[in-house]
């Protein structure tokens, strides 16, 4: 039996749109690649170590009387913190694009490239344990991995 060429067609659309989503979310959960993470911890040094500290162990805050309002300590991005409950797609924009608060997280994007806010990313995720990366995402919350 033949599949005529429009049958094959949908097939092939329906296959795509199956594996779409897996296509997406590739990289949320992925180990980070060494090569990419040793450039990234270059970059971060550069641009990210001031707010988020020596390997990403958070921002100090400064005593209240000297914040300004609405002021946010930057995060810890080692893993003991929460970056790791966003996607791979939600990191990137906010390195990239910074935070929607106000006086928070400032937008790198035209600073650093896409690829070194990939290689940053990478780098930070170096810094999670197993069970941080393994859990990563949106399944944070139901991960069974010990």
């Not at 990289?27 to 040094?45: L, N, Q, S, V």
Request: glycine letters at 8%.
């Amino acid at each position: 039996m033949t599949i005529k060429p429009i049958k094959n067609r949908i097939s092939m659309f329906v296959l795509f749109l199956t594996i779409l989503p897996a296509m997406v979310l590739a990289e949320t959960g992925k180990a980070p690649d060494a090569k990419a993470a040793k450039r990234g911890a270059a970059t971060f040094e550069k641009y990210c170590v001031a707010c988020h500290g020596k390997k990403g162990i958070g921002g100090v805050s400064p005593p209240s009387m000297l914040r300004s309002p609405g002021f946010i300590t930057p995060p810890t991005l080692n893993g003991s913190g929460h970056t790791w409950h966003h996607t791979d797609k939600d990191l990137l924009r906010t390195i990239l694009e910074g935070s929607p608060r106000p006086n928070t997280m400032p937008a790198w994007k035209g600073t650093i490239t896409t690829k070194q806010a990939r290689d940053v990313l990478d780098y930070v995720k170096s810094l999670w344990p197993e069970r941080s990366l393994k859990c990563q995402g949106p399944n944070h919350m139901s991960c069974k991995y010990k």
